[in-house]
């Protein structure tokens, strides 16, 4: 089992930034690809960026490449997410989740957080 504990989210003008965190607990944090979801209302979960266990590997939804970056501190079991330029339509509920895989979908994942919201006004 892995336990994943998201943090950092809150309200935020546009063009603000805001870093998210998810510790990570349980399993060798580095035998998993760490990924970055979303979910508004009445959307679906949305895919925002995966980074490969190394780090090497790092893949952005074209929605937000450019404006956020993806990190991971191996030694400190915790991934990040640094958003920048934000806006209104970057607001819901922030995942972080754990992939034994690639991740590369969503279906690939096999723990996942309980979120953070994250707000932007406009």
């Known amino acids: 089992q892995v336990q994943l504990v998201e943090s950092g989210g809150g309200l935020v003008q546009a063009g603000g930034s805001l870093r998210l965190s998810c510790v990570a607990s349980?399993?060798?944090?580095?035998?998993?690809?760490m990924g970055w979801f979303r979910h508004a209302p009445g959307k679906e979960r949305e895919f925002v960026a995966v980074i490969g266990w190394s780090g090497a590997l790092i893949k952005y939804a074209d929605s937000v490449k450019g404006r956020f970056t993806i990190s991971r501190s191996n030694a400190g079991n915790t991934v990040f997410l640094q958003m920048n330029s934000l806006k209104p339509e970057d607001t819901a509920v922030y995942y972080c989740a754990a992939s034994a895989r690639r991740g590369f979908t969503l279906s690939e994942y096999d723990y996942w957080g309980q979120g953070t919201q994250v707000t932007v006004s406009s």
């Open positions: 349980g399993r060798t944090f580095s035998d998993y690809a």
